[in-house]
């Protein structure tokens, strides 16, 4: 339980917040502020995170952001890319042709938020 004096009243007793959160059924775990509540990520998370980052590389405009700084695919052709910088355009236009698997994944976990929170 938390008991340190940033928690407690005038009087050294704990604060209502904390009294609210003992009353329940797992005491132990309580958190008042979200600073001392510990957060977990599992496996969902992850997969939601990725999910979030390919939709941020799937929506990127070639002639508008990427041939400006040297991802575009004429850059390919010319010959003169690092290995690195070309491997990281491939991965750039092969999440662009996977836009309606997206499309499919994001409205599982959109369906999956709405009815498991």
Do not use: W
């Not at 050294?12 to 309580?30: D, I, T």
């Not at 502020?33 to 995170?49: H, N």
């Not at 491939?90 to 599982?108: D, E």
């Amino acid at each position: 339980m938390l008991r340190d004096p940033k928690h407690l009243n005038e009087g050294g007793k704990p604060g209502s917040a904390l009294l609210a959160c003992e009353q329940k059924k797992n005491p132990g775990r309580c958190c008042v502020s979200a600073t001392s509540c510990p957060v977990t990520m599992g496996l969902y998370q992850i997969v939601e995170a990725l999910l979030l980052m390919t939709n941020a590389v799937a929506v990127l405009n070639e002639d508008r952001f990427l041939a400006p700084y040297g991802f575009g695919m004429i850059d390919m052709g010319s010959g003169r890319v690092s290995p690195f910088k070309g491997q990281l355009i491939g991965l750039i236009h092969a999440v662009q042709y996977l836009r309606v698997p997206l499309i499919v994944a994001n409205s599982i976990v959109i369906v999956s938020k709405l009815l498991f929170g």
